[in-house]
């Protein structure tokens, strides 16, 4: 009698602690603590280095020093984590300056700003879902797809800024009011994902550009003075506080994801 064979079981996907082929890192809740870190950690670091060298060459090094690190972020064949949070930091303390000068400088309301890059942003991500057919993070491989990735990155970042100055400054709630605030609107993806009325990709966005002005409000709340709603620790040490966090918090992120990696290879292959 014929030996019959069943069709061998197909093997599980990796996990995303094991993913490789995206340039994002992976989607967990050490990347949303990082990134609102790296938020806080931004906001106070341009108003330092606005105050402390001139806001011109300020402006002019971060801006040249994020063409840098985005630069070697697109060379790379994979992603790695310090560098691709390196250029989130970058992005965080150019376009808050960026967005400082257009306020202070040229006069532009917070709510215009506002507008103009929600419509900048809606457009983005129409083009590029025509073009790749997906905004989803876990398919961003090819330089053309990073592209669009980072300058919607840009966009959410500029977009969190304005949202969160015309939050507190301009409806003057206060940064500790406006903080909270977004903690509460950051959490309607959550539910609407658990309900399926969004899906994950438009869930991950709108929590993108949220956690900008998130971090941003709690990070002046502690840095700025009384004078400006704050309890005044000082936008450098908050800033150098808030650099260690991230780090320790990489540090833990890393260790994490090769454990699950370690749990994954050695599973017995009748598993597999």
Same mark, same amino acid.
């Given at each position: #009698?014929?030996?019959?064979?069943?069709?061998?079981?197909?093997?599980?996907?990796?996990? *995303?602690?094991?993913?490789?082929?995206?340039?994002?890192?992976?989607? *967990?809740?050490?990347? /949303?603590?990082?990134?609102?870190?790296?938020?806080? #950690?931004?906001? %106070?670091?341009?108003?330092?280095?606005?105050?402390? $060298?001139?806001?011109?060459?300020?402006?002019?090094?971060?801006?040249?020093?994020?063409?840098?690190?985005?630069? +070697?972020?697109?060379?790379?064949?994979?992603?790695?984590?310090?560098?691709?949070?390196?250029? +989130?930091?970058?992005?965080?303390?150019?376009?808050?300056?960026?967005?400082?000068?257009?306020? +202070?400088?040229?006069?532009?309301?917070?709510?215009?700003? &506002? @507008?103009?890059?929600?419509?900048?942003?809606?457009?983005? $991500?129409?083009?590029?879902?025509?073009?790749?057919?997906? !905004?989803?993070?876990?398919?961003?491989? @090819?330089?053309?797809?990073?592209?669009?990735? /980072?300058?919607?990155?840009?966009?959410?970042?500029?977009?969190?800024?304005?949202? @969160?100055?015309?939050? &507190?400054?301009?409806?003057?709630?206060?940064?500790?009011?406006?903080?909270?605030?977004?903690?509460?609107?950051?959490? +309607?993806?959550?539910?609407?994902?658990?309900?399926?009325?969004?899906?994950?990709?438009?869930? $991950?966005?709108?929590?993108?550009?949220? %956690?900008?002005?998130?971090?941003?409000?709690?990070? *002046?709340? !502690?840095?700025?003075?009384?004078?400006?709603?704050?309890?005044?620790?000082?936008?450098?040490?908050?800033?150098?506080?808030?650099?260690?966090?991230?780090?320790?918090?990489?540090?833990?992120?890393?260790?994490?994801?090769?454990?699950?990696?370690?749990?994954? %290879?050695?599973?017995?292959?009748?598993?597999?």
């Amino acid at each position: #009698m014929a030996r019959s064979y069943a069709p061998a079981a197909p093997r599980p996907a990796a996990p *995303d602690g094991v993913r490789a082929a995206s340039k994002v890192p992976v989607v *967990d809740g050490w990347f /949303w603590v990082v990134k609102v870190l790296t938020t806080g #950690m931004g906001e %106070t670091l341009s108003d330092f280095l606005a105050k402390t $060298f001139d806001p011109v060459l300020a402006v002019g090094a971060a801006g040249l020093l994020l063409a840098v690190t985005l630069l +070697v972020q697109l060379r790379t064949r994979r992603c790695v984590p310090g560098l691709y949070w390196a250029v +989130v930091v970058l992005v965080s303390v150019f376009g808050t300056m960026v967005a400082d000068v257009a306020h +202070v400088a040229l006069g532009v309301p917070y709510a215009l700003s &506002a @507008g103009a890059l929600a419509g900048a942003l809606a457009a983005l $991500f129409l083009l590029w879902h025509l073009v790749e057919g997906s !905004l989803a993070i876990d398919r961003v491989t @090819g330089l053309r797809r990073e592209l669009f990735y /980072w300058a919607a990155v840009l966009l959410t970042f500029a977009l969190g800024t304005a949202l @969160g100055d015309l939050t &507190a400054a301009t409806l003057d709630l206060g940064y500790l009011v406006a903080g909270v605030g977004f903690a509460v609107l950051i959490a +309607v993806p959550a539910v609407a994902a658990r309900a399926r009325w969004v899906g994950p990709v438009a869930g $991950f966005w709108w929590a993108y550009v949220l %956690t900008r002005p998130l971090g941003a409000s709690f990070a *002046d709340w !502690l840095g700025v003075g009384a004078d400006r709603g704050g309890i005044g620790l000082g936008t450098g040490p908050v800033s150098l506080a808030l650099a260690v966090l991230m780090a320790v918090a990489l540090a833990l992120s890393a260790r994490s994801h090769r454990r699950v990696a370690g749990l994954i %290879t050695h599973l017995p292959s009748t598993l597999l």
